[in-house]
């Protein structure tokens, strides 16, 4: 069991929005601003999305973004594309040196 | 152009074991904290363990803690995960991933291709 809880899939038709939850508790998501988002394609790399809560890495498209209230970080991914079609994951500083991952969200794209 | 390619997996009998390598090129290697991170077949991220530029701060995932050992070398830009006593549940694929604050375990910038590792008889 992960210790960062995702909802296992969301889904939304091409040009609208889907958003994505990442809930954690005050060790770890609530407790840091060092939550992150991934996304990776079947059989590839994970590719880092957006970091530090809200930051996006230079070439990621501003459709991609994100946020964080309390124990809970959000990642919305607006003008959806055929290509967005893929697994996100988030994941957070805990404190100790620890980092969590969250379970995972397959984004369909209908 | 950065990059990172894993090698060393295979397939290995329970208490086995097995040493993962990281090639690095593109970037100063020896300037960025490494990490490995597994994910099991049709599972989740699971992040194993980090090693600071300098190899003084070293931590690991409680599921691997005294069976799993990180260490680098940065003549070689390289990076290894020795694997000891491995269960089933080691079976995953292994990604290296680049730490690119000196603050270790806050987000990873670039990964590897990844190395499959199965443990079973």
């Known amino acids: 069991q992960s210790a960062l809880t995702q909802p296992p899939s969301a889904s939304g038709s091409p040009g609208q929005s889907v958003t994505i939850s990442c809930t954690g508790t005050?060790?770890?998501?609530?407790?840091?601003?060092?939550v992150s988002w991934y996304q990776q394609h079947p059989g590839k790399a994970p590719k880092l999305m957006i970091y530090?809560?809200?930051k996006r890495p230079s070439g990621v498209p501003d459709r991609f973004s994100a946020s964080q209230s309390g124990n809970t970080a959000s990642l919305t991914v607006s003008g959806l594309q055929a290509d967005d079609e893929a697994d996100y994951y988030c994941?957070?500083?805990?404190?100790?040196?620890?980092?969590?991952f969250g379970g995972g969200t397959k984004v369909t794209v209908l | 152009e950065v990059q990172l390619v894993e090698s060393g997996g295979g397939l290995v009998k329970p208490g086995g074991s097995l040493r993962l390598s990281c090639a690095a090129s593109?970037?100063?290697?020896?300037?960025?904290?490494m990490n490995w991170v597994r994910q099991a077949p049709g599972k989740g991220l699971e992040w194993v363990s980090s090693?600071?530029?300098?190899?003084?701060?070293?931590y690991y995932a409680d599921s691997v803690k005294g069976r799993f050992t990180i260490s680098r070398d940065n003549a070689k830009n390289s990076l290894y995960l020795q694997m000891n006593g491995l269960r089933a549940e080691d079976t995953a694929v292994y990604y290296c991933?680049?730490?690119?604050?000196?603050?270790?375990?806050?987000?990873?910038?670039?990964w590897g291709q990844g190395t499959l590792v199965t443990v079973s008889s």
């Open positions: 005050s060790s770890d998501v609530g407790g840091y601003k060092y």
């Open positions: 991933a680049r730490d690119p604050y000196p603050l270790q375990l806050r987000h990873f910038d670039y």
């Open positions: 090693i600071s530029s300098g190899s003084s701060y070293i």
């Open positions: 530090e809560v809200s």
């Open positions: 994941s957070s500083y805990a404190g100790s040196n620890n980092l969590e």
């Open positions: 593109g970037f100063t290697f020896s300037t960025y904290s």
